[in-house]
């Protein structure tokens, strides 16, 4: 399996000749007011990647973007759902084959695994992550997810991960603009939980993601940190990490 980091939370897989879009996102414009402008270059991928099989955590637009879907998603692609989310995406795509599996049932085709397993949205939405796995590779695919009791369960259950990609930003939110109360606590996991997390996994590596690319001083304020910091935590959790820079391949 090849691995290549996209924008933000955003990975492409390469796997028995197929390509599979997690959380693929080009435009971060409706955001705009609460996340603020990129600070670093935004990829643009639409134009050369057509895709097989395009997946997502949950439907905030920083995770889910429909013109990538309707751009990229080959006209035998499918888009594999989760369940809870089947309504609200049958809302915004039409005309797109679906595949939709429930929590912990496992899709398998061209020799290709795709399972959604529990996660936890840091503003009570509704979200998956997601396990994929081919003969050599197992990935698990953690949206932004925050904290929450079933890291060891699914560590447990899923066994051989190879590579977690988990949010690492702990961002505090000020959603006050769209209706949300304000809470000081992190909406996605900060970089020990996120250590942490990938360890209860029994992942070989932590790939951070869901990090860098936004900070707005009034709505959108993450937990930053350097590679000393990545080193250090490392250290004390006992758990290894590959950083993937934005466009990077592996």
């Known amino acids: 399996m090849e691995i290549q980091k996209l924008n933000w939370a955003g990975i492409k897989l390469l796997s ?16 705009k007011p609460v996340l603020g402008d990129a600070v670093e270059q935004v990829i643009n991928f639409s134009d050369h990647v057509q895709a097989d099989y ?16 309707k751009k990229c998603l080959k006209n035998d692609g499918k888009l594999i759902v989760y369940s809870e989310l089947e309504p609200l995406v049958r809302k915004h795509m039409d005309g797109v084959e679906m595949v939709v599996l429930g929590l912990d049932e496992t899709f398998n085709e061209n020799g290709i695994a795709f399972k959604p397993v529990f996660a936890m949205d840091g503003v009570g939405e509704i979200q998956s992550s997601w396990i994929v796995e081919d003969a050599t590779t197992k990935i698990f695919h953690g949206g932004d997810t925050i904290w929450h009791n079933q890291f060891w369960k699914l560590g447990k259950e899923n066994k051989d991960i190879d590579y977690a990609f988990l949010p690492v930003n702990g961002v505090v939110v000020n959603f006050e603009i769209i209706g949300l109360e304000y809470s000081p606590v992190p909406a996605s996991l900060n970089l020990k939980e996120a250590f942490a997390a990938a360890h209860l996994l029994h992942a070989k590596k932590l790939v951070p ?10 709505s959108y304020i993450p937990q930053l940190f350097d590679d000393k910091d990545l080193k250090r935590v490392s250290d004390e959790v006992g758990q290894e990490y590959m950083v993937l820079k934005d466009g990077e391949c592996y």
């Open 16 to 31: 028995n000749g197929k390509t599979i879009l997690i959380d693929a996102v080009e435009d971060f414009s409706y955001y």
């Open 209 to 218: 993601i869901h990090y860098g690319l936004f900070t707005h001083e009034k």
């Open 54 to 69: 395009i997946l997502f955590t949950h439907l905030h637009l920083d995770h889910f973007d429909k013109g990538v879907i």
